[in-house]
């Protein structure tokens, strides 16, 4: 309570009551010192830090990450120093705003990790140990509640950290090419390190209340990653860069000057999530269904004989004042079909319930957006009925520019959705234990890689309708030639292909659920990073499909050499889909695979 004093008194008073707000700050600091050494000093985390630091570490997986980190950071140099030394001659002030450049660059881009892999390295903690029943061994021992997720969060804290103080050793030779402010270095240091603790406090109690691990890093991702991209637009680059005061220009939002505002906010923020995970951790939290009170008791009754029920009779309803069966807190009821036809295909399509595109995660922040949607419709509509000829071309290029906007907005959420699936396809058999049985089966090995890769399709049929709607909406009005429609429909097949082949392949490489998640982000990086470097002829990775996009009238302004450049994109994705699936039936095929 004593930390959200400082705050109301900034917010009513303003910088009036910055001495009294300090004043109040040291105050609420020192409380929290004697608090801490009340419960045994800095040691109330327990002893699982400990262990899961040296656990993690041992692993090598971190240190992996750190050195991938240090080359992007490398590369990121590179390209800034090509952008200012391309057309002109360099000058020793130049050298000073390439430095500076970089720093913000390397803040953006650490802080931009964090939102990246926080929700795949933090929010998968509890449900993995949930899942491989460790987590009862730890609820066996002497350790309580807060020491458990308090050793959990800080492991995973110090890890994460770890890309930070990578980044140094670079930051300091940019140094050589300028002086940066170190007040600028300390503020988004310190304003990492509190995203850092408040993104992994918010996914550690994720990670508490889903049932899974699948369910847990989606809501994760689709809480961090809206709220820490729209911030930074709206918010001139905070949470991922804080500017200068003294050089932000007019418009100065959260700046470097108000990082202890911003530091009592995190703390405010984290200790409330720490407080209800710490609550939510056992198997009697709050957030449990209520026991079915029993009924009222009356006179005995006398017993009599019941026949024994036989396999055709249903099972007989549970008695009152037996537990509900938990269902997942982000999760939707769901009643699985029957069972038709092949099973092993009924399993990969139905297992795990309904898609998640239908559950409040995902409806919730898309009522906006839909909202959004229909009042760029209806202008278009008023322009087009009100405005006359200059109108209609108007109305006519914003559905133009929706249409397209839209295919690429799903058919990016299909590709992100399908290959994040296919990416924990066999691993998470191999986590639970039901690997051994599923190739026990008399059936070929490639079978199961079939269904699999047919169920990752299936996953994401609402994003294929979506497109499908989209495709024939452009068609109807004009902004797809009906030559384009059936490129757009054939074009991202191989592209489609060789995603989903490669999330399988990273599955069959991986051991663990959560190690997939992390190779898949850190591929998907990479991936993109390189074709925004190599996409000059704006034919290349994903955006070759701009070729085919011409509409009913401008079927002769399209470019020959772009559509067979695009085909040629298409054959390769093909190859590259078909050595990677002869890869992955080698490797699947494999004894020491168990």
């Known amino acids: 309570?004593?930390?959200?004093?400082?705050?109301?008194?900034?917010?009513?008073?303003?910088?009036?009551?910055?001495?009294?707000?300090?004043?109040?700050?040291?105050?609420?600091?020192?409380?929290?010192?004697?608090?801490?050494?009340r419960h045994g000093g800095w040691q109330f985390v327990g002893p699982h830090v400990y262990y899961d630091v040296i656990r993690l570490a041992r692993r090598g997986r971190s240190t992996m990450l750190r050195v991938f980190c240090l080359f992007a950071m490398l590369g990121g140099l590179f390209i800034v120093y090509l952008d200012f030394g391309r057309h002109e001659r360099m000058r020793p002030n130049d050298f000073a705003r390439i430095s500076v450049q970089?720093?913000?660059?390397?803040?953006?881009?650490?802080?931009?990790?964090?939102?990246?892999?926080?929700?795949?390295?933090?929010?998968?903690?509890?449900?993995?140990?949930?899942?491989?029943?460790?987590?009862?061994?730890?609820?066996?021992?002497?350790?309580?509640?807060?020491?458990?997720v308090l050793g959990i969060l800080s492991a995973r804290v110090v890890h994460l950290f770890g890309f930070v103080i990578a980044g140094f050793p670079i930051l300091a030779i940019a140094q050589l090419w300028g002086g940066i402010d170190y007040l600028l270095i300390v503020g988004n240091l310190l304003n990492t390190l509190l995203n850092a603790l408040t993104i992994g406090s918010l996914c550690l109690l994720i990670s508490t209340l889903a049932r899974g691990t699948t369910s847990a890093v989606m809501t994760a991702y689709a809480i961090v990653l809206p709220i820490?991209?729209?911030?930074?637009?709206?918010?001139?680059?905070?949470?991922?860069?804080?500017?200068?005061?003294?050089?932000?220009?007019?418009?100065?939002?959260?700046?470097?000057?108000?990082?202890?505002?911003?530091?009592?906010?995190?703390?405010?923020?984290?200790?409330?999530?720490?407080?209800?995970?710490?609550?939510?951790?056992?198997?009697?939290?709050?957030?449990?269904?209520?026991?079915?009170?029993?009924?009222?008791?009356?006179?005995?009754?006398?017993?009599?004989?019941k026949p024994t029920p036989t396999a055709a009779e249903p099972a007989a309803p549970p008695r009152p004042g037996m537990a509900l069966d938990r269902i997942d807190i982000f999760g939707m009821p769901y009643a699985l079909p029957p069972v038709r036809g092949d099973a092993l295909w009924w399993k990969e399509r139905y297992l795990g319930g309904p898609s998640l595109v239908f559950t409040p995660i995902f409806l919730v922040p898309a009522i906006p957006f839909i909202a959004s949607v229909f009042c760029l419709v209806f202008a278009a509509i008023w322009n087009a009925i009100f405005e006359g000829s200059s109108g209609q071309r108007i109305s006519h290029d914003m559905l133009a520019d929706m249409v397209r906007f839209f295919y690429w907005?799903?058919?990016?959420?299909?590709?992100?959705?399908?290959?994040?699936?296919?990416?924990?396809?066999?691993?998470?058999?191999?986590?639970?234990?039901?690997?051994?049985?599923?190739?026990?089966?008399?059936?070929?090995?490639?079978?199961?890689?079939?269904?699999?890769?047919?169920?990752?399709?299936?996953?994401?049929?609402?994003?294929?309708?979506?497109?499908?709607?989209?495709?024939?909406?452009?068609?109807?009005?004009?902004?797809?030639?009906?030559?384009?429609?059936?490129?757009?429909?054939?074009?991202?097949?191989?592209?489609?292909?060789?995603?989903?082949i490669a999330g399988m392949y990273l599955s069959v490489m991986m051991r663990t659920v959560m190690r997939a998640y992390l190779t898949l982000v850190i591929t998907l990086i990479v991936y993109i990073s390189l074709s925004q470097m190599a996409n000059t002829n704006d034919v290349l990775a994903f955006s070759y499909l701009n070729a085919f996009m011409w509409p009913i009238w401008g079927l002769h302004d399209s470019k020959p050499e772009r559509i067979l450049l695009a085909l040629g994109v298409m054959a390769v994705y093909g190859l590259l889909a078909s050595l990677l699936w002869w890869r992955l039936t080698v490797r699947f095929d494999d004894r020491s695979l168990l």
């Open 1 to 37: 309570m004593l930390w959200a004093v400082p705050i109301l008194l900034l917010g009513v008073y303003g910088q009036a009551a910055s001495l009294s707000a300090g004043l109040t700050t040291l105050v609420a600091f020192a409380v929290l010192q004697i608090i801490a050494f």
């Open 102 to 148: 970089f720093a913000y660059a390397l803040f953006a881009a650490q802080n931009l990790a964090i939102l990246l892999l926080a929700p795949a390295y933090i929010a998968s903690t509890v449900t993995e140990e949930r899942e491989r029943g460790t987590l009862e061994l730890l609820f066996s021992t002497q350790m309580s509640n807060r020491e458990i």
């Open 228 to 305: 820490g991209t729209c911030c930074s637009g709206t918010l001139n680059g905070f949470p991922l860069v804080l500017q200068d005061a003294r050089m932000a220009g007019s418009f100065q939002a959260i700046t470097v000057q108000d990082v202890g505002v911003l530091a009592m906010v995190h703390v405010l923020i984290s200790a409330f999530c720490l407080w209800l995970a710490v609550m939510a951790i056992r198997e009697h939290e709050p957030f449990a269904p209520p026991m079915i009170p029993p009924p009222p008791k009356s006179a005995p009754k006398p017993i009599e004989a």
């Open 409 to 500: 907005a799903f058919l990016g959420f299909f590709l992100l959705s399908s290959t994040y699936r296919a990416s924990a396809s066999i691993a998470r058999e191999r986590q639970q234990q039901t690997l051994e049985p599923l190739l026990l089966l008399p059936i070929d090995r490639r079978e199961i890689l079939v269904a699999k890769f047919i169920g990752c399709l299936y996953r994401g049929w609402p994003w294929l309708a979506l497109i499908g709607v989209d495709l024939i909406i452009g068609l109807f009005v004009g902004v797809f030639h009906p030559f384009s429609f059936i490129c757009l429909v054939v074009g991202p097949l191989p592209m489609t292909a060789f995603f989903l």
